[in-house]
């Protein structure tokens, strides 16, 4: 903040006072002066000062009474007192009610000019203090979003981008991927973030339930409706509302929600009065919502609506290398939760855990760990991981969800026109999502290796190349046996 353009108010019934003080700072700020305590709050609504220059002894409202009323705006200037008086209880009095500092007159104006450019200090630097610790915060919120692949830091490096925005996100990816980690997340990057978080499941509600929970009624608008209920979305208004499992909304509520999603606004069951709210909307689905419009499921007007920004999440058989950091992340977290001093895991556990295909995802490795933290013994992972093992055949077209090209993962083989998709003989037994997690594993050890050869096995290189961690790619040299070739 330039000197010239920090505005302070002179509030003194003594005219000579305001005088002195723009005489001896002319041209370092902007002086205005207000006669009496009531027209000088009036023109801190007009003026918008930096800073408050305010005599304690005033005829008709004292100064004290002042900086009380100033302390009732949301965003009030920093006060100095003056007085003509040096008893320390209006010293007291004023620090007690917030002023920043307080001068006796007389005054020299070069004691009004050291008081103001330290206050201007001051509050540069606690706004570095709020930047930090925002910044901090900022960070603890990915503390529940662990992983390190080129699919997660897309996914971090999205909601970063789009935090900010007032569009509505649709998170989409199998059950137990973390789509509400990462709908809290974004709310809790988002300027909405000392606002309201609040979820509704759309797939454990009848229709009923569910339009009287998302809309809320008026006293008398159906049986039983005895007295007048917000909705959710009125819950919601200034912060954030996450609608899980919206694949499972009916087609006769998609047109009230849509209208919400279009005009922010929706009228209660049984009610008349338009009630306007301001409320981010975050998805999420597990469903193939492309196939739902095919068969006339889900309106397509309000999934172009409602695809302004698509975050997809990728199963955890598609990024391995983030198993070993999610199990040390869970063995931590549910040692405080279940008072436990349960060890890391050993490397072969570990080695065991990531080659498992995890039909439920990150929530079905997560509950496999409570098991190994409550009986204090990880040698049960073989048979754990036994008894969670289901066939791995092909997914049914409805629950297929439509994924993007994302960079940092390698493509696949594709079918051509005169035959299959080919693959080698270490492929032909295995279902098609062993075939699938085969091609990828053969896939992306041949390019690290290539990587490694490239670099001289300069292994922090490599690993920028890769646009993966140090750690994961120790990781994954490990797992693939390579050996630097001497």
């Not at 009036?42 to 009380?68: A, H, N, R, Y």
């Not at 339930?209 to 006293?219: A, P, R, V």
Request: a negative charge.
């Amino acid at each position: 903040m330039k000197r010239d353009s920090i505005k302070v108010l002179i509030i003194d019934d003594d005219p000579k006072v305001g005088w002195i003080i723009s005489e001896g700072l002319a041209g370092k700020y902007d002086i205005v002066t207000a006669p009496n305590g009531s027209e000088g709050l009036q023109m801190v609504t007009t003026e918008k000062p930096f800073l408050i220059i305010l005599d304690i002894k005033m005829p008709d409202i004292s100064g004290i009474d002042v900086l009380k009323k100033l302390n009732k705006l949301e965003d009030r200037p920093e006060v100095v007192m003056l007085s003509g008086h040096d008893d320390i209880h209006y010293v007291v009095e004023s620090m007690q009610n917030g002023a920043a500092g307080f001068i006796k007159k007389p005054f020299d104006v070069k004691e009004i000019e050291l008081e103001i450019n330290r206050i201007q200090k001051l509050c540069m630097l606690k706004d570095k203090v709020r930047q930090l610790d925002s910044d901090v915060k900022r960070l603890s919120y990915y503390d529940d979003f662990i992983g390190d692949s080129p699919q997660i830091r897309q996914v971090k490096d999205l909601i970063e981008q789009v935090s900010t925005s007032t569009l509505t996100v649709l998170i989409r990816g199998e059950s137990g991927t973390g789509k509400e980690v990462v709908a809290r997340m974004m709310h809790n990057v988002s300027d909405r973030s000392e606002e309201s978080f609040t979820k509704v499941n759309c797939a454990a509600l009848p229709r009923d339930l569910l339009e009287s929970e998302l809309f809320g009624y008026e006293k008398g608008g159906f049986t039983g409706a005895h007295k007048t209920k917000p909705g959710r979305f009125e819950i919601a208004n200034k912060g954030t509302i996450f609608l899980d499992e919206i694949g499972d909304i009916p087609m006769e509520l998609q047109s009230k929600l849509l209208q919400v999603l279009e005009q922010q606004e929706f009228v209660r069951i049984g009610g008349v009065d338009t009630i306007h709210v301001d409320v981010r909307i975050i998805c999420a689905t597990n469903k193939n919502l492309e196939d739902a419009i095919a068969q006339g499921r889900f309106r397509d007007d309000l999934f172009y609506r409602l695809n302004e920004i698509t975050i997809f999440l990728p199963p955890l058989r598609d990024r391995y290398g983030d198993v070993p950091l999610l199990a040390q992340h869970f063995i931590s977290k549910l040692n405080h939760s279940f008072s436990k001093e349960t060890p890391p895991l050993s490397q072969q556990s570990l080695d065991q855990l990531s080659t498992f295909q995890w039909p439920g995802n990150v929530r079905q490795l997560e509950n496999l760990l409570k098991q190994v933290v409550v009986r204090g013994n990880e040698n049960i992972i073989p048979d754990l991981l036994r008894g969670q093992s289901m066939p791995m055949s092909a997914p049914s077209a409805a629950s297929v969800i439509p994924q993007p090209a994302v960079a940092g993962v390698v493509a696949l083989p594709q079918a051509t026109e005169s035959g299959p998709i080919p693959v080698g003989p270490e492929l032909q037994s295995l279902s098609l999502k062993k075939r699938v997690s085969a091609a990828v594993t053969r896939e992306e050890k041949a390019l690290i290796s290539e990587v490694l050869t490239r670099t001289n096995w300069n292994r922090r290189k490599a690993a920028e190349m890769l646009e993966i961690s140090y750690r994961s790619l120790l990781y994954k040299i490990k797992e693939y046996a390579l050996n630097e070739i001497k």
